[in-house]
């Protein structure tokens, strides 16, 4: 029997009206529309598609959303200097610069300029200490939202064995930190695991995210194991095209796993709703209320 579809657009737009709901109930309370303002430096297509994207997400939830656009020849000197001014603006409740940045930009060196209590990446340093010691933070919204599409397939994770393939700190890591804050048991593999397929094969719940198309074949997955597919990657499809991929064979893999998340329509449109909430949540702690429960 072929698994469950996690369906994680129509889970994002569930939870963007929720937002959208609490920002206007914030609004109305306090007078103050939340904003992020989003940095795009360069000319990378993805990035801009994302930004727009993002964007859009803001003001369909009644958020202000500024824009800045810089040329990739920006000096980091100019860029850091407008993120210091993105940290004193009031109006701006949330700062998200668009990773990659071009070459030769220090990208640690200017998320790091980041207030942390503006910071909706969940980058800074500040923010991974708080969430790795078990502090409230501001979370990367990516493995934010792999939990949250766990969740639509488990409510409870307590107790269940989870394998995330790969260790960044946007994915990876931040990722571990949640899980293990959901009481599972957490296994982080990467390229140098031995054995890897037979680690996959122990997960109740396998977290994709290395950046490899279709790497993780149906034979690595557990019967009835939960898949959740981080990749995004862009293969040659037919007649001179591109389509997109997972880090998973979605194929072989939905022949195995209880649930699975497809690419695209899983992960990506929950990052984008979790940046929203890390914004919604940003403006309440800046003006001292509580954030919602969503």
Request: net charge positive; with cysteine.
């Amino acid at each position: 029997m072929a698994a469950r579809i996690i369906d994680g657009k129509a889970m994002a737009q569930d939870l963007r009206a929720k937002i959208a709901d609490a920002a206007a109930a914030l609004t109305r309370t306090t007078g103050i529309v939340p904003g992020l303002a989003v940095v795009l430096v360069g000319n990378d297509p993805a990035s801009e598609v994302y930004v727009r994207t993002k964007s859009k997400a803001v003001v369909d939830a009644g958020m202000r959303s500024f824009d800045h656009k810089l040329a990739a020849e920006t000096p980091e000197a100019e860029l850091i200097a407008l993120v210091g001014r993105l940290n004193a603006d009031p109006a701006v409740h949330g700062i998200l610069v668009q990773l990659p940045l071009p070459p030769p930009i220090d990208a640690t060196r200017v998320l790091n300029t980041i207030d942390p209590g503006k910071d909706v990446d969940g980058f800074h340093p500040v923010n991974a200490g708080r969430l790795a010691t078990g502090l409230p933070a501001l979370v990367p919204c990516t493995p934010l939202g792999c939990v949250r599409l766990a969740k639509a397939a488990h409510p409870a994770l307590a107790g269940m064995e989870a394998v995330v393939i790969g260790r960044s700190n946007i994915v990876g890591k931040p990722l571990a930190q949640l899980l293990l804050a959901e009481n599972c048991t957490v296994t982080i593999a990467h390229s140098r695991t031995r054995d890897l397929p037979a680690v996959c094969r122990r997960a109740d719940l396998l977290f994709a995210a290395v950046g490899r198309p279709e790497m993780v074949r149906g034979g690595w997955i557990k019967p009835g194991a939960t898949v959740i597919d981080v990749g995004i990657n862009r293969v040659a499809g037919e007649a001179g095209k591109t389509r997109l991929v997972g880090d998973v064979a979605f194929a072989e893999a939905r022949q195995v796993a209880g649930a699975i998340t497809p690419v695209p329509g899983g992960v990506g449109p929950m990052t984008i709703a979790c940046v929203i909430l890390n914004t919604l949540r940003a403006a309440c702690a800046a003006l001292g209320v509580a954030a919602p429960d969503l």
